[in-house]
């Protein structure tokens, strides 16, 4: 029968301890832009349907200006009649395209589509729900606290046979 010692017990906890540090504190490598800017999108969604307008205005630039000339206060009176309106709200992001300008710029395209639906699957949201669907074209930033944020859009509606 082995027996194990007060201090080999001591060692392992120890090099357990250790290894566990170093994982920790390894440095972690940030994501490049498109994938900065992906998780953003996806984040901001999240926040919209979960109608969490302060999480989602988060995203949003203070320099912020649309092709419309709208601002960030402008843009949050629009989007809280959007996300506020009806009681279930579902946002699906379709053809989401990335592109990096610079390591800490990014023009994104993509097609939003809102729902007032229970429906979670794309598939069926246009026999159970009122469907918008707009084509945003917008840049992100890296701001100085180290959060993508969109500087600048614009949109335009979408007809129904552009959404699929």
């Known amino acids: 029968m082995m027996t194990v010692s007060r201090g080999q017990v001591l060692g392992v906890v120890l090099a357990l301890l250790a290894a566990g540090a ?4 390894w440095p972690r490598e940030e994501p490049g832009v498109k994938e900065a800017i992906t998780r953003k999108v996806v984040q901001m969604t999240d926040a919209a349907e979960r109608k969490d ?11 912020f200006q649309t092709g419309e000339g709208w601002d960030k206060r402008q843009v949050k009176g629009v989007l809280l009649g959007q996300v506020l309106r009806g009681n279930w709200v579902r946002i699906f992001v379709k053809d989401l395209n990335v592109t990096e300008v610079n390591p800490s710029r990014g023009d994104v395209q993509m097609k939003i589509i ?5 429906t979670d699957q794309l598939e069926t949201l246009a026999e159970e729900s009122v469907l918008s ?6 840049t992100f930033e890296k701001q100085d606290d180290g959060e993508w944020r969109i500087v600048q859009a614009k949109h335009r509606s979408l007809s129904p046979t552009e959404l699929f």
Do not use: K, P, T, W
Request: overall charge negative; glycine content about 12%; proline content about 0%.
């Open 53 to 63: 307008m302060a999480e989602l205005m988060e995203g949003v630039a203070e320099n």
């Open 22 to 25: 170093v994982l920790a504190f």
């Open 133 to 138: 669907a707009y084509l945003i074209e917008g």
């Open 114 to 118: 809102f729902g007032r639906s229970q």
